[in-house]
């Protein structure tokens, strides 16, 4: 026996737009919480400066994209090589500058004296728990891996005979990498000053203990009061 279909009608105004996918599953799209909780849980509403955060990846991103697909676009290799390079020197210059100060609250430079020797200079927030930790990890995650992958692709080029490209992996590495070290000394140096400010408040803060009188009697009442001894009660054997 055959069953005839059974049909039956369904409101317009039900359709798959009246539910937004959340983690957790399904609810309702006139939930407004909804939204937020999807739009809260992204990487850049985590971040104290969604701006700074978004630049600190989008030209290293960027350089990686032309370099490996920019054959895509032209085949002429001066604009490949210049396009390339000039992505890095703004990917140097707002590392250097702006997520790094934005991100972390460190901030480098360096300069030739007269003699010719390189003088480095640090600057850091006084307070370091404003900096968020979600943009600290991205920003030493990215400062790290992006050396990494130049010289992944530097090795790869090499064993490929790729001698053209060397020059745009080896910039690569070079702004990379001195922002990497720029950043480290900083940090350490960051770290050095907070040391250095802990361990001379505790000195100030001796010294004036030291100064207060009440504190200095209460010190030689110490030192000088003798401890009372209590004779003591001998005891007898037993005899058996």
Sequence with gaps: MSKELEFISVDDTDNE?????????????????????VIGNSCLKQSKHPVALLFHFFFKSLALFIYLFGGWFTSNFIVH??????????DFWTVKN???????????????????????????????????????????????????????????????????????????????GANLVGYVK????????VRNMVSRGFKDSSMAALQNSSFRSWVLSLLVATPTTQAATPVRSAEV
């Design 98 to 176: 702006i997520s790094g100060r934005l991100l972390v609250g460190l901030r480098w430079w360096s300069y030739v004296q007269e003699d010719g020797q390189s003088e480095w200079v640090f600057e850091s927030l006084e307070d370091m728990a404003e900096v968020s930790p979600f943009d600290s990890k991205m920003f030493w995650g990215a400062l790290y891996l992006t050396p990494l992958i130049w010289a992944l692709f530097l090795v790869l080029g090499l064993l490929r005979l790729k001698f053209e490209y060397v020059p745009i992996m080896a910039a690569a590495l070079m702004l990379s």
């Design 81 to 90: 090589f210049v396009t390339c390079i000039i992505l890095l020197a703004f």
């Design 186 to 193: 900083c940090s350490n140096s960051a770290q050095e000053k």
């Design 17 to 37: 737009d009246d539910f937004a996918m959340d983690e957790g599953g399904y609810h309702s799209a006139h939930d407004p919480s909804s939204y937020d909780r």
